[in-house]
């Protein structure tokens, strides 16, 4: 069965990067019809998609955090990573990671979640 | 502000029928049939529960449907239970952005 973990800092300061890990078992990053996505959610808010990626590196960001959102894929790892550059109190909240069906067979939703993490940004 | 639209909470009796709507645009769930229903409990990471607009997931009861109509969305939760008070959300393809999301509705089972 495929499980999801987020790791990473709880607090990053304001201006700094967050980076994020998901560790991808049961299953493998390299899935030919999958993308690897992050989801967050302030606390008390709704979600909001922050960007998907394939394992080859093609990625498809929120057009409303692309200029400081990277994705990147570990294959020998069989991780993928979030990094979130300049951030503010606005970016306090749940990150979660998911598998993300990503082709006109599968659909386009996601399918599975990691339990999530918050990170908190403050100095 | 979200990108789909939906009501902050609804409520029903065990035993009823509700829906929840999910308000979009041309752009996304007019033009798409990937809109998708999670389901959140308090604490928990979002399951989902409908794909494609009415597929449902393996495992996920059959008392969850969904269906679409030009720009709006729907989710019905029949026979509704005490474990189905959470919050739910709808997602969709969009132009420019493979996943958009809607502010998420509450259901309280009275």
């Known amino acids: 069965q495929l499980q999801l973990k987020e790791s990473g800092p709880g607090l990053v300061k304001p201006s700094e990067t967050l980076t994020l890990t998901c560790t991808v078992s049961g299953g493998s990053v390299t899935s030919g019809t999958y993308y690897w996505g992050w989801v967050r959610q302030p606390p008390g808010k709704g979600l909001e998609w922050i960007g998907s990626?394939?394992?080859?590196?093609?990625?498809q960001y929120n057009p409303s955090h692309k200029s400081r959102v990277t994705l990147s894929v570990d294959t020998s790892t069989n991780e993928f990573s979030l990094r979130l550059s300049s951030v503010t109190a606005a970016d306090t909240a749940v990150y979660y990671c998911?598998?993300?069906?990503?082709?006109?067979?599968?659909?386009?939703?996601?399918?599975?979640w990691g339990q999530g993490i918050l990170v908190t940004v403050s100095s | 502000q979200s990108a789909l639209t939906q009501p902050a909470s609804v409520s029903g009796s065990p035993g009823q029928s509700i829906t929840i709507s999910c308000a979009g645009t041309?752009?996304?769930?007019?033009?798409?049939?990937?809109v998708s229903w999670y389901q959140q409990h308090p604490g928990k990471a979002p399951k989902v529960i409908i794909y494609?607009?009415?597929k449902r997931p393996s495992g996920v009861s059959d008392r969850f449907s969904g269906s679409k109509s030009g720009d709006t969305a729907s989710l019905t939760i029949s026979g509704l239970q005490a474990e189905d008070e959470a919050d739910y959300y709808c997602?969709?393809?969009?132009?420019?952005?493979?996943?958009?999301f809607g502010g998420g509705t509450h259901l309280t089972v009275l």
């Open positions: 990626t394939y394992y080859t590196g093609n990625a």
């Open positions: 494609d607009v009415s």
């Open positions: 998911a598998r993300h069906p990503f082709t006109i067979l599968t659909g386009y939703y996601l399918d599975s």
């Open positions: 997602g969709s393809y969009a132009t420019g952005s493979p996943a958009v």
């Open positions: 041309s752009s996304d769930i007019g033009t798409y049939d990937y």
